[in-house]
């Protein structure tokens, strides 16, 4: 198994319960781990938050071997503002389309047999209507960037990516460590990237900051013992999210919760 490979995108998330309701129920993730935090993490893993976090893992298969979402809960935070670095998720997955259907979620169909659908949040994910591979049902991570040549030059140089798509007409290049991973897809835009408030940190394992996406990089060994699945992953969500009155807080005081 390769020891390089891209891992998990992170979501700062303002409605925790419609957005774990949207991965679990109409995605059709399950959920790995949870954990719950009395303050902010020294690494920023929740942003320039310093109060009550959580972090939600979800995939449809264990970290080991499937990309996943971490989902960054910051507790008196409703919203966050987008900007235009994050530019969707791509998976395959007849029962995903299947699920939003009937769930009357909102569905966009883009391409022949192809969905576009919005998380809680605004955050964008392209469903193809069909079978899922067996590797992963996570095709691709799509990110903008202001120079194609440069990233190119950071991901495939300096990063050893290898390059499996290039459009220099369309401004696009997808590139990945490995054929049966979950690729990287850059497009080009036309000025400059803004990460507003909602940026996210997209997570690899490979032994720094490339046009200000925030990249993490772990040791495969130590990240496969950390990531383990957690049979009680589930429980202690639901938990967490019954015993979160925070909502109702800020309603019995006619306040919003705070932006991001």
């Excluded at 390769?2 to 995108?9: I, N, Q, S, V």
């Excluded at 992953?233 to 309603?251: H, V």
Aim: aromatic share 12%; charged share 30%; proline share 4%.
């Amino acid at each position: 198994m390769a020891t390089r490979r891209a891992l998990h995108f992170v979501f700062k998330v303002g409605n925790r319960f419609q957005t774990v309701h949207f991965f679990r129920d109409v995605l059709g993730m399950k959920v790995l781990r949870h954990e719950e935090f009395e303050e902010g993490c020294k690494a920023a893993c929740n942003g320039p938050y310093d109060g009550k976090w959580s972090k939600t893992m979800v995939g449809f298969g264990p970290e080991d071997d499937h990309f996943v979402a971490e989902l960054t809960y910051n507790y008196g935070i409703g919203d966050y503002k987008l900007g235009n670095d994050f530019m969707g998720i791509t998976l395959a997955s007849s029962h995903a389309v299947s699920n939003a259907r009937k769930l009357e979620w909102p569905l966009s169909e883009v391409e022949e047999e192809v969905f576009e659908i919005e998380a809680p949040g605004g955050y964008k994910f392209y469903l193809h209507n069909r079978t899922p591979p067996q590797s992963d049902p996570v095709l691709k991570v799509t990110l903008a960037v202001s120079d194609l040549q440069k990233s190119l030059n950071y991901w495939s140089n300096l990063l050893g990516m290898k390059v499996y798509e290039q459009d220099e007409e369309k401004e696009r290049a997808l590139l990945g460590y490995a054929d049966n991973q979950c690729k990287l897809e850059l497009q080009g835009i036309k000025g400059s990237i803004d990460h507003a408030a909602a940026f996210g940190r997209i997570a690899f394992s490979c032994p720094q900051k490339e046009d200000g996406h925030e990249i993490c990089f772990v040791g495969d060994e130590a990240f496969r013992e950390l990531s383990k699945m957690d049979p009680e992953g589930n429980k202690f969500l639901d938990d967490a999210m019954a015993a979160d009155k925070s909502d109702e807080w800020f309603s019995k005081r006619n306040k919003p919760k705070a932006s991001g």
